[in-house]
Structures are given as C-alpha cells and as structure tokens.
C-alpha cells in the first residue's frame, strides 16, 4: 500500500516509517528519510554497528538522502526485499536502491543512487559504532582492489567495515559526512561490508549482478506459494517476512530483527526478540506449510534436532540463531532508548521460563508436515517421542504461559489445551504414520488432561474458559481452542468465549492480549492490542461461522501494515502507529493463517460472490 509523505525532523522515526532489507542472516532497518538506523552484523542476533534506532546519530547509522525537504514513496521490487525509494524536492527527483545480497557467504548493504528528473542535492554521513552503539572504530583510508580505488576501513576488535563508494565521505570526529548533487542519468554506488577485522579487505561487489540474482532468488521462492484468496499481496509479503527471517545457513527463524522497540512508548515492555523461540518458529512452519513450504521445515527440523541435543528436560523454550543456549538478559545503561524507552535490554531472561504449551505448537507443525509427506527421520521422531514422555511425567506442573508470564507461575488454561495438543498430535504419528510410541500412556493423559481443562479452565457461570484456573479473567490466547482441534468451533462454550474476549479485550477494534490491569504479569504500565491476537480473532470467527464479522476484521486488519507491507508485534488505535518489535513474524504468520482460515471457510460456505475469487 504505497503512500506519499512528506519527510520532517522529528525526535524519533515512527516504526512505520522503516522498511527492511537483509540477506536471510542478518537484517537492516531503513527510514523514509534514508537512514539505516539498525544493523547486527553478521547474524541476526550480533552486537549492532548502526544504532540509532534505539538512541541518537551519535550511536551509529547510514543515512543516504536529500538535503531538502521531499515527498517520498518507496515499494520492494516485485516479490523481494530489493528496496526502491523515490525522493522528490522542488527541483528534481532520485531513486535509492538499498539490498543486502542473498546467499553469498557475505554480509553487504549496497546502495545505488539514480538521477531521475531535474537535479537534487543529496547528503551522506557514516557513523559507525560497534558493540550496540557504544564502541567508536578506528577509521582509516586504505587502497583497494584496483590501482585507483580507496576504501574506507573501520575497525574495532573483531569487527571490521569497509565502506566503498563513487564518493567517500569526509571524516570528522567520528564522522564521515558529503554533500553532492545527483542530475538526471547520474548514477553512484556505494558499499558497507563486514568481514572479522583479521581477515583482508575483500574485492567489490557487482552491483547490477547482486541485484538480479537477489530479485531471482526471492520470485522463484515465492513461485511456490499457493496462496490464491484475497488480500493476496498482503499475505505474500508476509511469507516473505517469514522467509527473510529464517536463516538460511543455519535453520532457525528469529522472531523480530531487532531488540526493545517498546510495546508502550516510554515504558519498561522492551524485549530483546532476535532469538528462535520454538512456539513461534513451530506457528511460522505452520503458516509456510498451509502455504507450500514443506522444505522449510525439514529445515528447522535439522536445526531442532541440533538445538536439543541432550536430555529432554534440558530443552529450552528459545535459543540462539545456531541453536546455542546461553542468552543471559542484561541492560544496556549508555543507550536511551526508542523513544526514551528504557531500559534497553540484549538477551532474553525468559530463556529460563517454563513455558508448558511449547511442544504443543512443536508437535502440531511437525505432524503438519507429516501430513503433507514430510518424511521423519529416525533421530527427529526419537527426538519428538522423548519430549512427550517427559512432558507426561510433568503436564501438571504451574508455568509461566504463552505470554511468558513474570508474575506467580500458575495453571495457564491454554498451556493446558497445548499439552492436549502435544499428546494428541504424538498419537496421531503413531496411528496414521506408523511410528513407534507409548500411545496407550498418551492417550489416558490427553483424556486425562481433556477433561481437566473441561472442568477446571471452564467458568460454567460466565460461560467462558479462563485465562488460567485461579481466575475469571479472559485470555486471547483461549481463541486457539478451536483452532488446534480442542473443540469444534460450534461447541457453546467456543462461542461464549469468543464474546467474552470481545467483551473483555476490544480496544479500539482491536485485540488486547489479556487485562494488564489484572496484575498477573508482574510488570508495571500497560501495552497496546497485540496483533496476533486480532488475526486469531478472525480465524476462530471463520470457525464458528460469522463470516461477515471475519471478512470485516480482517479487511481493517489489512489495512495497518506500512507502506512495504510490514508489521510490528501491537498497534495503537488511539495514535494510529504501530509498537513493539518490528517486523514482527507473529504478526505476519497469524495474519497468514487467518487468510487461509477465512478463504478455506468461505469456499466451504459457498460465500464467495461470482466475481470474487474462490
């Protein structure tokens, strides 16, 4: 949904205002005006050399744009993350094309300026900061590859940056600034690349070259979609996000590229999301394999069957990109914050968290692709059979929830229906796949853990389930119930469920996760409706069959990705902005799963008009 707007100095970027290029290892975040403001080099979950996005220019970025106030539209080259953005001054207008190259082995921005019209001034400045925006580099000029080329080398322990151009910027005080004028049929390339700071200075990159394969490489991926309902660019740009998320050297799927965008503006909600949690990597599969994506989780599965090498118990409920295990949280006092919302945080104390409904959602998108002809191997079922067992031993025990609870541990309702999802899924592999397992052992505690859920997490006077069993309030994560199979979507107590979330959680059209007011997360301050949640919405009103009311919502919902197609993890409906880590792949994968569910739902209803899709 491209969208004209004019540039302004203001004291922070909205999030809207960023687009995201990156190379499937790493990502950068880039403003309307044409700032990198985040870049983590070389892995998603690196320290950051371009930092601005949580602080001021004095902590780091790249900004490429003109000098004088312009309109400015941008859009991704067909099905890519190849990013084209138009400046438009009073006496001409430039194009800027920013790509980080996929699949080479390296890590690049490259960034090409185009004269288009007239004449326009344009600036540069350079501002590298390492280690979060915290360590300035040595900056030196050194010689190229070529006779006549002179690069700019920054360097800093490990790290190094080598930044090519038509034109070098000028250094001062750990800034590198130029000013020059782009005419019509200009053209000028310029580079950042790291590379460890031991290793030589490598040879450029073919600029036009990297732009064809990497705008190859994303249009054959998406070729494979099968996704033909409406809002089909929406969903597209979605899977796209997945797939830009998800390492393609390693295999795990972070969940956001960056860290402590707060989910409340000035507020203490600011977590650090560049990790692979396994529920939202097991719902990210889920949403690619509806779509025809089976390759990406005989992937993940490799990376899983990596990460949990060990004993059952010592499973975690997220790790690093290479599946290791230490993500010690820790706070980082020199940086102000977005918006001067602090603290800022790296790493991720819920690592230590039980969270109960994980191998739920694990079972779930494996017996997903099992479905689809996803062939285990020996190891991954082994793997799978071990982790129910242990889960039997424990299903009872209080845990932190979904939503990662800081608050008492308690009996979560939806951890509860996860478990019964865990254990049902397992006998399912059993009796339609043929593999081996206790099943009769697991089909007593998924009966057992049934009819528990029924009695306990069930408010037979509200006629509603509850967030968890010690309470009368809600939880929007109960809209999955009928979504996982627990019951049927025209079971009464689905239904009264679903108003009292409307009842309860509604603000401003849109879906709150569960009342911060109640006090049962242990954080002060409140957040903003959580999209996913709002996404959920529209796939359990496709299952109880108010069609009307899931088209309407999710036609609003489609409304609020940015001007390229993004979305963050909440939205706030008073200031109309978005909040929380961006992009966000909950957001986008339950957005895909809510197309899916109202397409598949109206073909069965026969509620497609004759023109309409179907």
Not at 259 to 288: F, K, Q, V
Not at 596 to 614: C, K, Q, V
Request: charged share 25%; aromatic share 8%.
């Amino acid at each position: 949904m491209p969208a004209d707007t004019t540039l302004s100095e203001a004291n922070h970027t909205p999030i809207e205002d960023y687009a995201i290029i990156g190379d499937t290892e790493t990502a950068a975040l880039i403003s309307l005006r044409g700032s990198v403001d985040w870049l983590c080099l070389p892995r998603f979950d690196s320290s950051s050399c371009f930092t601005a996005l949580l602080g001021t220019p004095d902590h780091g970025r790249w900004l490429l744009g003109p000098v004088d106030e312009a309109t400015t539209t941008r859009s991704y080259r067909g099905n890519s993350f190849v990013l084209e953005t138009i400046h438009e001054t009073p006496t001409g207008k430039v194009r800027v094309t920013d790509l980080m190259p996929v699949s080479d082995g390296r890590a690049d921005v490259l960034r090409r300026v185009e004269g288009l019209e007239g004449t326009v001034a344009m600036e540069q400045e350079l501002i590298v900061r390492f280690g979060y925006g915290k360590v300035k580099p040595w900056v030196s000029h050194h010689p190229g590859h070529s006779e006549d080329e002179e690069v700019l080398v920054a360097i800093a322990g490990p790290d190094m940056l080598i930044f090519r151009g038509d034109r070098l910027p000028v250094g001062d005080e750990g800034r590198h600034r130029d000013h020059f004028e782009v005419k019509a049929g200009e053209r000028y390339d310029f580079s950042v690349t790291w590379v460890p700071s031991y290793k030589p200075i490598p040879a450029p990159l073919d600029t036009d070259r990297r732009i064809a394969a990497s705008l190859d490489r994303w249009e054959n991926w998406m070729s494979h979609c099968t996704y033909n309902g409406p809002h089909a660019e929406v969903v597209k740009r979605s899977l796209l996000v997945l797939d830009l998320l998800t390492d393609s050297r390693r295999g795990g799927i972070v969940a956001a590229p960056t860290t402590s965008l707060p989910e409340h503006i000035g507020g203490e909600r600011n977590w650090d999301y560049r990790y692979c949690w396994l529920r939202d990597a097991s719902l990210g599969l889920e949403a690619l394999l509806r779509a025809g994506y089976i390759e990406a989780t005989l992937k993940w599965r490799e990376w899983l069957v990596r990460a949990l090498a060990g004993v059952p118990e010592d499973m975690q409920i997220m790790y690093t990109i290479d599946g290791g295990r230490e993500l010690a949280e820790r706070e980082l006092d020199h940086l102000p914050g977005y918006a001067n919302s602090r603290p800022v945080r790296v790493g991720n104390g819920a690592v230590d968290q039980k969270q109960t409904d994980v191998l739920g959602e694990v079972m779930i998108a494996f017996e997903s692709a099992r479905d689809l002809g996803g062939q285990e191997s020996q190891q991954s079922w082994a793997i799978q059979a071990a982790l129910v067992n242990q889960l039997a031993d424990h299903w009872d025990e209080p845990d932190n929830g979904l939503w990662e609870i800081r608050g008492p541990l308690q009996h979560f309702t939806h951890s509860r229906v996860m478990v019964w999802a865990a254990f049902d899924r397992a006998i399912q592999a059993v009796e339609e796949h043929d593999l081996p397992g206790d099943v009769e052992r697991w089909r007593e505690i998924r009966d057992l853990v049934r009819e528990e859920v029924l009695t306990k997490g069930f408010n037979t006077d509200k006629n509603t389930f509850t967030q968890h069993y010690n309470t009368d309030e809600v939880d929007a994560s109960l809209l999955l119930i009928p979504l996982v199979g627990f019951l049927p979507g025209d079971d009464p107590r689905v239904i009264g469920t679903v108003r009292a979330i409307e009842n309860d959680l509604m603000r401003g059209g849109f879906l709150l996760r569960y009342r911060t007011q109640s006090g049962v997360d242990g954080l002060a301050g409140d957040e903003h409706p959580f999209l996913a949640c709002s996404f959920w919405l529209v796939s359990a009103y496709a299952k109880i069959g108010e069609l009307d009311k899931a088209c309407e919502l999710f036609d609003r919902l489609c409304d609020l990705p940015n001007d390229v197609g993004l979305l963050a993890e909440e939205y706030d409906p008073e200031e109309m902005r978005q909040v929380g880590n961006f992009p966000q792949a909950f957001s986008h994968l339950t957005l895909i799963g809510a197309a899916y569910d109202l397409h598949e739902a109206r073909i069965a209803s026969n509620d497609y008009p004759n023109e309409e899709i179907a």
